[in-house]
């Protein structure tokens, strides 16, 4: 029950309809802040209990200091929880566990359930086996369910044992293109006292956490949500709140219109590389001022999307016309959006910088981009913040190239080493960063790779499946794909995408015959604004069938090439590429056989899978001829601005949405008919190697066991900078020579039934052997290898990390990682932190880390450390032989954080280095679980008292 020490709570009445509210204008200083803060004040003020918040947290945003850095620490409770399926069923599955846990702790297991609405969506599972046909939708649905039985399964136990708690079948759409389109509600009502006769209704701003970083697409229709692990999402979704520091908030005006020829892609991928450029890890970003009423809906939420690529916790616009504009347009009831509005009127939280009362928020920091300078871009070959203008893209690949056919980066050496060596000297081609020019501010830099004579080509003879003759080189598109939320949600550029294919076909244009072509839209909206446009003709004329809805290609869901290329590529070394509409292309993480990936505008993914290559110049280099022979240019089948948004005006409605998310919890045939088991606990299934208990509860007590120091420990692996939780977590296929493989071979799985890591996420025994397994990872414990491979110090062998992992702890030696800048930036990976504890890590110690893995880290009980400012584990001569102590990690013990522990490693026979680590253990709730071995430990225990 709210203590409501500021009087703040009334009533709001919409039309005749009574709210309850907490009004912010009962606190002077909070119509100063920013939109994303004004509804982290609600939020306190409605949560208010004078234990976990209190007045003094209301007060100290009502004063917040936009320059200080972050210090208070507060307790923010999301108003709902979203799940995709992969983050999903290990939720699931511990909530399962939970259950019994509580039990034999003497606790109630049914009081383990839901408290805030969880809406988990599956979209993840879905693999691109079939495409470029007319069946490839059904084919690779049929093969889906066929895959995922067990866990298709389980999730339907799950949305029966538990309340609130709902699930979108599988073929429906992506997560995040769901949420906006039907789950969000931008203005949440429920009852103030759930279960209690005549109590009011309450509105509040929608709020949600995900257990998928990009959740914040969400913040373009005014909601404030961000991505945590899926540990996190289980403590939110049991009522437990995030900490967070109150967070500095970037001011992002926008200002101009875009260009012809730019698209909301390009528009950014301008803005990801600024903002990552300006540093805005732990902080909000926010969209303000005139500019903000022309970015329409589907822009800002491409913008929310890509959140984590800049490095931000969120990316929000405020509520707005265009806001309520979207929310009519996706068939949302005529009395949800006069809520909207009166509410966020009524709260401030409106944003109209031409009224005269309205107050322009005081930021920390302030950026602004002038949408006029925005010219077409695409990202790459591994990094989203990697900007290429197009005009300089073959450039660019050239230059990018002798990172993946030369010396460098751990690749081998290949066959072309000779020839390129005479072709571009190496002052020529320098690297990305040597490449970014130092723009004014707000401008987008532009790529100034000096000129390159052409590079050396590799011409392989590949005969395909229907006969064809052709040649592979370097720099092939062997991917061409429209998939992710990212731009799928976004009609400007998929209507753009469909009138250019119909432009080329009608052109005589042919997709080029090694382009594996995919569209896997993220609803089927998409579906049926191409139908009525009369543009899946053109699509499917040039391979882009319909093969899903789902992540697909930007999750790795890529599936396999044609035999006929795949053997051709590893045979030959090539370094092919994929050009994709997504928002990840970190290694190894679209498709095993392809080092090179693009994140580009759909159109642009079409045009790349015409020319067929990264060698090309799209302004100076045909496409191909037309039926009088004449040279078409890319210029000649890109459509115009107005062309665009006529086709967009014709063919999208409101029915279309409300029709398509009638029954969305509903599901297809395939979903009704699945067996569901039923009871308050799940019958686990020794046999499954899909579903199986995990370990986290093994042997727990009521009573904290006090933390101890780190003594004796050996460096598992000892990584650069810019690891991913791509690099840790299981992710991909899983190939049968892996430790995961074996496992599964000896439970008599056929390999062609392995599926991916991310579908066996309910199981701890797979996810722990593929854990720091990803193909591109470089423990520089070894020479030259790459791989999940370490050196294991008790035999002086190089074996598998899990392998040498298992002999540690056979032993009772500890484990640390050792690691570089940005440790654990990407994708809200559970299991990157999941699996690192499982494989007996205690520490591990960085110069940074991103802001999700290090709370999941924590999570699970693994103590996050950074090496002292300005020293690396290069710097202090530490090359991962050593054996570490970590001395006192036992103040934590005491209630308080220490700032620091002592570290010393001793080298065989060498002095040992010592120096203090800091203890990123940033605020007393992150205390709190790690004293408890965990966030989950922590609420099972809060339960069962």
């Known amino acids: 029950m709210s203590t409501d020490s500021f009087a703040s709570k009334g009533t709001l009445d919409v039309d005749g309809t009574e709210y309850e509210i907490f009004r912010l204008s009962a606190v002077k ?58 983050t999903g069923v290990p939720c699931v599955v511990d909530l399962a566990t939970m259950r019994e846990a509580v039990a034999e702790l003497g606790g109630d297991p049914e009081k383990v359930n839901p408290l805030a609405p969880a809406e988990l969506v599956i979209d993840h599972s879905v693999v691109i086996d079939v495409f470029g046909r007319s069946d490839a939708f059904e084919r690779n649905v049929e093969i889906e369910y066929e895959r995922n039985h067990e866990r298709y399964q389980f999730l339907r136990w799950g949305q029966t044992a538990f309340d609130d708690f709902k699930v979108v ?35 509040y701003p929608d709020t949600c956490v995900g257990t998928d970083s990009h959740t914040t697409m969400v913040n373009g229709l005014g909601v404030l949500g961000w991505g945590v692990g899926g540990i996190e999402a289980e403590a939110a979704m049991l009522g437990q709140p995030i900490s967070m520091l109150i967070p500095k908030v970037v001011g992002f005006k926008l200002s101009g219109s875009i260009p012809t020829g730019a698209t909301a892609t390009d528009v950014v991928l301008t803005i990801t590389e600024m903002l990552r450029k300006h540093g805005v890890v732990g902080k909000f970003v926010e969209f303000y001022g005139e500019g903000v009423a022309q970015v ?30 979207y929310l009519r347009l996706t068939g949302r009831p005529a009395d949800q959006v006069k809520l909207v509005e009166s509410y966020a009127k009524e709260q401030g939280m409106w944003l109209d910088p031409s009224h005269p009362d309205y107050v322009e928020p005081v930021f920390s920091e302030y950026l602004e981009l002038d949408l006029s300078t925005v010219v077409p871009s695409i990202a790459g070959p591994k990094r989203p913040q990697d900007r290429i203008a197009v005009s300089e893209a073959k450039k660019q690949f050239a230059a990018d190239l002798k ?29 990305h960063d040597a490449t970014r020019d130092s723009s004014p501010a707000g401008a987008p830099s532009r790529s100034t790779v000096a000129s390159a004579p052409r590079r ?58 090694w382009v594996k072509t995919s569209m896997a839209p993220g609803s089927k909206v998409v579906t049926n604004y191409y139908e009525k446009a009369e543009l899946w003709p053109y699509l499917e004329k040039l391979g882009y069938h319909l093969v899903g809805y789902g992540c697909t290609t930007c999750i790795g869901n890529s599936g396999p090439l044609p035999d006929e290329i795949s053997e051709a590529v590893n045979a030959h070394d090539l370094s092919v590429a994929s050009v994709l509409s997504g928002n990840r292309n970190f290694e190894g993480r ?56 006529k086709t967009i005006a014709g063919a999208i409605d409101s029915e279309m949405f409300t029709k398509d998310y009638a029954d969305v919890f509903t599901g297809d045939e395939r979903w009704k008919s699945l067996d569901t088991p039923e009871g308050d606990t799940f019958e686990w299934d020794a046999d499954s190697t899909y579903v199986r208990k995990p370990p986290y509860f093994d042997g727990m007590s009521f009573d904290l066991t006090p933390v101890e120091d780190i003594s004796g420990a050996r460096v598992l692996a000892k990584l650069g900078d810019s690891v991913t939780t791509d690099h840790i977590s299981p992710a991909g296929s899983i190939k049968p020579d892996s430790p995961a493989g074996r496992y599964l071979a000896e439970k008599g799985v056929a390999r062609r039934d392995f599926n991916s890591y991310g579908s066996r996420r309910g199981n701890h025994e797979v996810m722990i052997r593929g854990t720091f397994a990803n193909i591109r990872l470089r423990n520089q414990l070894l020479d030259g290898v790459e791989g999940g491979f370490t050196k294991n110090f008790l035999t002086g062998e190089q074996e598998s990390i899990f392998d040498a992992s298992s002999a540690y702890q056979e032993q009772g030696i500890p484990l640390v990682v050792l690691g570089g800048k940005e440790y654990g930036s990407g994708s809200s990976r559970d299991w990157a932190a999941k699996g690192t504890r499982l494989l007996g890590v205690r ?60 570290v010393t490693a001793t ?39």
């Open 29 to 86: 200083g909070l119509e100063k802040l920013p939109y994303s803060l004004k509804i982290l004040a609600e939020n306190l003020l409605r949560t208010e209990d004078g234990k976990n918040v209190t007045a003094e947290h209301v007060q100290a945003l009502a004063h917040w200091d936009p320059t200080s850095e972050p210090s208070t620490e507060i307790q923010f409770t999301p108003a709902r929880v979203v799940m995709q399926d992969f």
């Open 169 to 203: 079948p599988p073929g429906t759409g992506i997560v995040h293109q769901v949420n906006i389109e039907y789950l969000a509600r931008t203005v949440m009502t429920r009852a103030a006292e759930p279960g209690v006769e005549g109590s009011p209704v309450r509105a």
């Open 296 to 325: 329409p809906l589907a822009n800002r939420a491409t913008i929310g999307n890509m959140s984590p690529e800049f490095g931000s916790t969120a990316a929000i616009f405020p509520i707005d016309g265009v806001t309520l504009d």
């Open 403 to 431: 990172n993946y056919v030369v010396e460098g980066n751990g690749i081998e050496k290949s066959e072309l080493d000779d020839e390129l060596a005479d072709t571009f000297p190496a002052s020529d081609a320098p690297t």
């Open 456 to 513: 050396a080509v590799k011409q392989v003879p590949v005969t395909m499946a229907d006969g064809r003759e052709t040649t592979l080189d370097h720099g092939a598109v062997v991917i061409s794909s429209i998939t992710s939320c990212t731009n799928t949600s976004n009609p400007s550029v998929m209507m753009a995408a469909g009138l250019l294919a119909k432009n080329a076909v009608e052109k005589g244009l042919e997709v080029k015959p």
């Open 590 to 645: 679209i498709n095993p056989d392809v080092k090179m990936n693009y994140l580009a505008s759909p159109p642009l993914v079409i045009a790349y899978g015409l020319a067929g290559s990264m060698d090309f110049d799209f302004e100076n280099e045909p496409l191909g001829t037309d039926s009088e022979g004449q040279d078409v240019y890319l210029k000649d089948i890109w459509p115009t601005p107005d062309e665009v948004d």
């Open 843 to 902: 520490a591990v110690i960085t110069e940074s880390f991103e802001r999700i893995h290090r709370s999941n880290l924590i999570g699970m009980g693994v103590l996050p450390l950074q090496f002292p400012q300005g020293e690396s584990a290069d710097s202090l001569g530490l090359d991962g032989t050593e054996t570490f102590d970590i001395t006192g990690v036992t103040a934590l013990n005491e209630g308080g954080i220490p700032k620091t522990v002592h």
């Open 907 to 945: 080298k065989d026979g060498g002095e040992p280095v010592e120096f203090d680590a800091v203890v990123r253990i940033d605020t007393p709730g992150e205390a709190d679980y790690f004293r408890n071995g965990g966030i989950l430990q922590y609420v099972l225990r809060q339960i069962a008292a």
